[in-house]
């Protein structure tokens, strides 16, 4: 595709029940990135990967929060036994990386995750 | 880890008026600035980025400048228009960390 897409743009749970959000990046980008942004607040980095290196799990707020990357496209991120502080857009983005640099990231649209 | 601090939070301005965004960064390693801007509602798209060998950059009424020794770097907007109105958002990509860190975001409001 043209853009970075992300499914599904909204989800409502109830408290306590598992999500996942997907993300498929721009073909060819080596790096995807995801991101949190609460209403009002400002880009929380949550996980990076880089081609077939370990992914940079370091933002990962606690370990209900999983993600991973299949073949090094397409990305799903896990949030299990949701919380209301869960509540968020997660926005994921990709970018055609050079090794120790960055380039410009692509985002998509986010995922608005409500918890009830 | 890296720390970007971004001030102000909000910022009105005249149509016409020029608009300053300032951010500051923790790890001297970081090596690339980008500035992301955010319409209601919308994804954050690059609007303009400098890297650490360049001390400024222009881009029609857009331009970023970098003071290395001091870990800070600004946007600036010159002859600002409603459609500039959004949310500017900084960062600072430490090639060691491999990390893009976002500031906390600047909501800029052009009045007409």
């Known amino acids: 595709g043209a853009g970075v897409s992300q499914s599904p743009s909204n989800k409502v749970t109830e408290k306590g029940k598992d999500v996942e959000l997907r993300c498929d990046p721009i073909?060819?980008?080596?790096?995807l990135y995801w991101y949190r942004q609460s209403l009002g607040q400002g880009l929380e980095f949550l996980i990076y990967f880089q081609g077939n290196s370990a992914p940079d799990k370091s933002g990962l707020p606690s370990d209900r929060f999983s993600a991973e990357r299949t073949g090094g496209s397409v990305s799903t991120l896990t949030i299990q036994r949701t919380q209301q502080e869960d509540s968020a857009v997660y926005l994921c983005a990709s970018s055609p990386i050079l090794a120790g640099s960055t380039g410009e990231l692509f985002f998509g649209e986010g995922s608005r995750l409500t918890v009830l | 880890g890296e720390n970007v601090e971004q001030h102000p939070s909000t910022l009105s301005v005249q149509e016409g008026d020029s608009a300053v965004i300032k951010c500051t960064y923790s790890?001297?390693?970081?090596?690339?600035f980008p500035w992301y801007k955010q319409e209601l509602g919308k994804r954050p798209q690059l609007i303009i980025d400098?890297?650490?060998?360049?001390g400024e950059k222009k881009d029609q009424r857009i331009a970023v400048t970098l003071n290395k020794t001091a870990k800070h770097f600004s946007l600036h907007i010159t002859e600002t228009q409603p459609e500039d109105s959004a949310v500017y958002f900084c960062a600072a990509f430490s090639g060691s960390a491999r990390q893009l860190t976002f500031g906390s975001g600047t909501q800029l409001t052009v009045l007409p």
């Open positions: 073909s060819g980008h080596t790096a």
């Open positions: 400098i890297r650490s060998n360049v």
């Open positions: 790890d001297s390693a970081s090596n690339y």
